[in-house]
């Protein structure tokens, strides 16, 4: 597919690689930008390439199509069900602190 800027150029990640959620939500203006709707998103945002890990690069618009909620009141509700949808279909890969500790310290 050809993007509109590079997955991890300046427009895509600010100078630093930064990966899926964080991407999405730069995107907004949590003062300004609510309520917002996923119709919205998509339609500004959808050939905007989000990097899910060191190796796989998709689009805004094939992460919303597994977004259920079609209006967002604000960033919270927008946060939550990004991750939500994300989690849920394979475009989010942390584990979790626990993952990484034997917890016996």
């Known amino acids: ?4 800027h590079d997955p991890d ?3 895509g990640s600010e100078g630093m ?4 959620h964080a991407v999405l939500a730069k ?3 949590e003062e300004e930008d609510f309520p917002l709707t996923a119709e ?3 339609e500004q945002y959808g050939d905007h390439p989000i990097r899910i890990d060191f190796e796989t690069v998709v689009s805004v ?3 919303f199509e597994h977004v259920e909620q079609e209006e967002f009141a604000d960033f919270v509700e927008f946060h939550q ?3 939500r949808a994300m989690r849920e279909n394979g475009y989010w890969f942390y584990e979790g602190a626990d993952q990484f ?3 016996s310290a």
């Open 1 to 4: 597919m050809d993007w509109p």
């Open 40 to 42: 919205e998103y998509v």
């Open 81 to 83: 069900e990004l991750g």
């Open 9 to 11: 150029g300046e427009q």
């Open 27 to 29: 995107k907004i203006d």
């Open 101 to 103: 500790v034997d917890g």
């Open 17 to 20: 690689r930064q990966y899926g």
């Open 61 to 63: 618009e094939e992460i």
